[in-house]
């Protein structure tokens, strides 16, 4: 018996409001002209709403150089994270594979492992990582950043699948087997229908979380060379160090938001699903 | 049709009971082979730097002076620990834990009451809520700091009703103030997850356990306190102990939004400040193998405080 009262109705609204206030805040900030911005303009809305921001990120004027950084960063932070969600979803099928239907000694400490490093604080890493990554020749490379990326997304992934894989009916792979079908068809077209949907949201929370990172991004990367996006926004500081291009900061945020949109309007449903399957029963 | 034949000759033979089948011999086998990859991986990135890190906090050593590296025992210890600026740098870290956890806790909640509760446009509330947890960190960050600003943020003049506020409040003038500003941006990013994780536990509740508190009499803060929140135990204990372990490593908001400026440091920044920016890997290092322990504690002390049991938590049991 539910019904929605005059609460849910402000509730609503409230939600909305708090959760799209900030982003329409960045949204009008992009419109607004650098002059604007630099002498202060403390009004929500644009005063003259201008493309100029998109125009100078997006190498749409003569002048290159903002553009060609923020580029090169785009580039590195889409070519990471898609390599180290691909990579970390594949170890973590089969290690989850393994926890949802296997017997095995060790897989407790598997699954406590995983969790401590979900905890882990991932800056006490930094300092021993650069050492080694200099060493090792990874520094300011994309292999450098992808390892790590994997390695800190693999407990999320194997955590979300195993809670899918554990609610998969696996008997039907028997029965379609019993039916005729040959193990490969079996495993074609009755398990990986059941999978895929379990394996697509680890994708999405694990790309997430590389699109996201920074500690990691800016102790180990030094040029555009492998500098992902949060990365080189928190170092783009223009001309004035007091005085950041606020308008134009606020257009790269507005362009690494698109990605984050359309995944979240495509998915909130699998992504809900992923985000609560290992925290409660069910 | 291929494996059904081996069973009849160990059932006969009474001493090889003991001994594992060879299938499950087998299963052990596979499932050791299929989780190894992720394993080695785990233990090669985190194990083996944190054990690197332990034996280079015994050293004085600076990459910018690297022959002037020595041994020097646990003086790093007792440098960074008589330091009154990681103390300064600890407490302003629990601080900002204690109030983000709480205050996502009570808003968190009202937010999946509402989800719960709402019959119309569930999909639209979903995406919504989802944007603030897919945004990235570094976006909020400025998108708050530019909110605070003096001269381009909208707060002071929205808000100059409100005792304390008015044009000229420098929002990044003052530790509290500049605190004030990092939390909101936390509270803003992360409030979306542990709604959904508290709508995940209120959807397990049964209506109609609910409603048998109302037909008894129960007022409705009684089907809150007596009811409800009782029911969700786990699901609030999980949601709290992700959240709190999270917000201790704060780390993105405060180097956007300040720069460690007001004494707004937190544990992280301080240890990324010597290792990478001082170039001090040896105290760094230390620091490092301090912010380790102190999660390890922290994570201890909430998982026996609360009694959360994780395993029974995901129905492992």
């Known amino acids: ?282 | 049709v291929s494996t059904t034949v081996a069973t009849p000759a160990t059932a006969a033979d009474p001493s090889k009971k003991v001994v594992a089948s060879d299938r499950s011999v087998a299963e052990n086998r596979l499932g050791r082979r299929l989780v190894a990859p992720a394993v080695i991986l785990m233990l090669l990135v985190t194990a083996y730097p944190m054990l690197e890190a332990l034996y280079l906090s015994l050293f004085r050593y600076r990459l910018t002076t690297p022959d002037d590296k020595g041994f020097v025992g646990l003086g790093n210890y007792v440098t960074i620990l008589s330091d009154s600026l990681f103390w300064t740098d600890t407490l302003n870290t629990v601080i900002i834990m204690i109030v983000t956890v709480a205050v996502e806790l009570v808003i968190g909640f009202a937010f999946a009451m509402v989800m719960h509760r709402i019959i119309f446009a569930r999909g639209a509330m979903r995406t919504s809520i989802l944007i603030p947890y897919g945004i990235i960190t570094v976006v909020s960050a400025f998108a708050w700091q530019f909110t605070f600003s003096i001269n381009n943020g909208w707060v002071n003049s929205w808000f100059g009703w409100l005792p304390g506020i008015s044009d000229t409040t420098n929002w990044y003038g003052d530790h509290w103030h500049a605190m004030f500003a990092i939390m909101v941006s936390e509270i803003w990013k992360t409030t979306p997850f542990m709604a959904l994780l508290l709508l995940a536990g209120l959807s397990q509740i049964s209506e109609d356990m609910i409603e048998a508190a109302k037909v008894d009499g129960a007022t409705a803060s009684q089907r809150l306190f007596k009811v409800i929140l009782p029911n969700m135990r786990a699901a609030i204990m999980v949601a709290v102990l992700f959240r709190a372990l999270d917000a201790f490593r704060i780390f993105d908001n405060i180097f956007i939004m300040t720069k460690g400026a007001q004494n707004t440091a937190s544990s992280s920044f301080l240890t990324y400040r010597q290792a990478i920016e001082q170039f001090q890997l040896g105290m760094g290092s230390a620091l490092s193998v301090l912010l380790f322990l102190t999660v390890l504690l922290l994570a201890y002390l909430i998982v026996k405080f609360f009694r959360v049991d994780l395993a029974q938590a995901r129905g492992e049991g």
């Open chain 1, 1 to 282: 018996m539910k019904k929605s009262g005059v609460g849910t109705y402000v509730g609503f609204v409230a939600i909305i409001v708090w959760c799209l206030l900030p982003v329409a805040w960045i949204i009008s900030l992009s419109f607004k002209s650098l002059a604007e911005t630099t002498t202060g303009s403390p009004q929500f809305l644009p005063k003259n709403p201008t493309l100029d921001n998109y125009k100078v990120l997006l190498g749409m004027t003569s002048d290159k150089s903002s553009s060609h950084d923020f580029l090169a960063a785009l580039r590195n932070s889409f070519g990471i994270s898609l390599i180290a969600t691909v990579l970390a979803v594949l170890i973590a099928t089969l290690a989850a594979y393994a926890i949802a239907r296997l017997e095995f000694k060790g897989k407790r400490l598997v699954l406590s492992m995983a969790l401590a490093i979900a905890m882990f604080p991932v800056v006490a890493l930094v300092g021993p990582l650069f050492d080694m990554w200099r060493t090792f020749h990874l520094f300011n490379t994309w292999p450098g950043l992808i390892i790590p990326y994997m390695t800190f997304t693999l407990p999320l992934a194997i955590w979300t699948l195993s809670a899918f894989f554990r609610e998969i009916p696996w008997e039907m792979e028997q029965a379609a087997q019993v039916d005729g079908a040959t193990s490969w068809q079996a495993f074609r077209k009755v398990i990986v229908p059941l999978a895929a949907p379990g394996v697509f949201t680890a994708a999405i929370l694990t790309f997430f979380f590389a699109w996201n990172e920074f500690v990691l991004a800016i102790s180990l990367t030094s040029t555009t060379g492998a500098r992902t996006v949060p990365a080189q926004m928190s170092f783009f500081v223009g001309p004035d160090p007091f005085n950041p291009p606020y308008s134009q900061l606020a257009t790269a945020a507005v362009i690494v938001t698109v990605p984050v949109i359309i995944i979240v309007l495509l998915f909130q449903r699998k992504i809900v699903a992923g985000l609560t399957s290992g925290a409660v029963k069910g």
